[in-house]
């Protein structure tokens, strides 16, 4: 394979994963968008990006899930004021999503395929 189509195969493999993170800028859902739009424009170009797009996909669906679960059950079991535990779950699932998809970043970039741990494999 052509030097300049590893490159860009690499470069957007690794989009599939830091684009996660425009959630942050407060785009609703953005961590499973970001992905989700790279995917689906470059999975059939390249086969990293398919398989680092689905990856990325999953793991943000999965932590999604995590975190409103946890979220609704902090919520809903306050009044027995075993909530308040809970909210510092929802706190760790955030930031293991944002610090998991820097890792995924970082290993794609030195062309490592990366398998989130944690994840519903719900995209095949």
């Known amino acids: 394979m052509d030097e300049t189509i ?42 990293a990006v398919d398989r680092q797009g689905r990856q990325s996909m999953n793991f943000q669906i999965s932590m999604t899930i995590y975190a409103v679960v946890a979220l609704i059950l902090a919520i809903t079991l306050t009044p027995v004021l075993i909530g308040f ?24 970039s030195d062309n490592v395929p990366y398998r989130y741990p944690f994840t519903l494999r719900i995209i095949s």
């Open 85 to 108: 535990l809970l909210y510092p779950v929802v706190g760790i699932i955030v930031v293991a999503d944002i610090i998991l998809t820097i890792v995924a970043t970082i290993r794609t």
């Open 6 to 47: 590893r490159n860009r195969e690499r470069t957007w493999s690794m989009l599939c994963h830091i684009s996660a993170l425009v959630v942050l800028l407060g785009i609703p859902f953005g961590n499973i968008l970001g992905p989700f739009i790279i995917w689906l424009f470059k999975k059939n170009e390249y086969p």
